[in-house]
């Protein structure tokens, strides 16, 4: 039986530490402005797991002081109905974030609903906008799992500059925007995905590997490099990552728990991100 050898990164610490600020935050901008931070979620359709998730978030910002309005649309709603809907959100004042909540259904074009989102209202990070930023490395909105890795890695000191950071996965909201922030810090970033030839050699060079991948336990202890750092931000039925936790746990310096890695830093830099829009369309500086 394997030892573990690695130090968690305990995504539930840091998450409550900055869900606290942000609420902080959501305080001061009240007691300025009169008005409270709001996030408008949108919803198509019942998918049980959506309609869990956007609970969980709507929860959460009303712990924290931020006002959550929420807007449900038909399962039959179509691209123009729901592109008409997030462009009257992006419109009112009253309103600071916009997160639509995905997947829509087949039936939708979520990137013409996506680009419906005003770009400073793009709390989720998911606009082609906040896409650009992070490619160019300009102030934005990031997409918010993989702002919630970078904020884990920094919160444990991991160096990136020089480092080869391997990410498993493209997807546009969580691996290639990962991959496109590591860059940015200067890590050497090498991207593998389902059409990778010798997965395991990639794996094998990562100093920092990210798995974003939803297979469980695709990765083991044996493709890791000795001290490699894990962050696993799969999340598969039964709360099962995409890393075989026991025996990557006895070779990595650093891994992260599923659950309780990267999934309530998602959240967290949502709220962040929502209290910062709020403070800079409310004019309250965030050094006031
Ligand atoms: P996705 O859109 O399905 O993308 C999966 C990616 O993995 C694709 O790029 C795919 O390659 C690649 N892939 C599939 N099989 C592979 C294999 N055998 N070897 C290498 N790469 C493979 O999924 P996603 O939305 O990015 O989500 C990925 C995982 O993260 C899921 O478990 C999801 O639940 C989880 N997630 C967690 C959070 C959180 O808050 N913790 C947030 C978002 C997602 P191709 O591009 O070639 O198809």
Known sequence: MPQPTARLMDGTALARRTISAAADRAAEITRRTGTAPCLATVLVGEDPASVTYVRMKRNRCEQVGIRSLHVALPTTASTAELVDTIGALSADPAVHGIL?????????????????????????????????????????????????????????????????????????????????????????????????????????RADVLVAAVGRPRLILGEHLKPGAVVVDAGYNPGNVGDVDFDSAAARASLITPVPGGVGPMTIAVLLEQTVHAAGRQLGVPATA
């Open 100 to 204: 639509l909540q995905h997947p829509v259904g087949p039936h939708i074009d979520e990137r013409a609903a996506f680009e419906a989102i005003a770009p400073e209202k793009d709390v989720d990070g998911v606009t082609m906008h906040s896409f650009a930023a992070m490619g160019f490395g300009l102030p934005g909105f990031v997409s918010c799992t993989p702002g919630g890795i970078l904020r884990l890695l920094d919160a444990y000191g991991v160096e990136l500059a020089g480092r080869h950071a391997v990410v498993v996965g493209r997807s546009p909201i969580l691996g290639k925007p990962t991959g496109l922030l590591l860059l940015g810090r200067d890590a050497t970033v090498t991207y593998c995905h389902s059409r990778t030839a010798d997965l395991p050699a990639h794996l094998a």
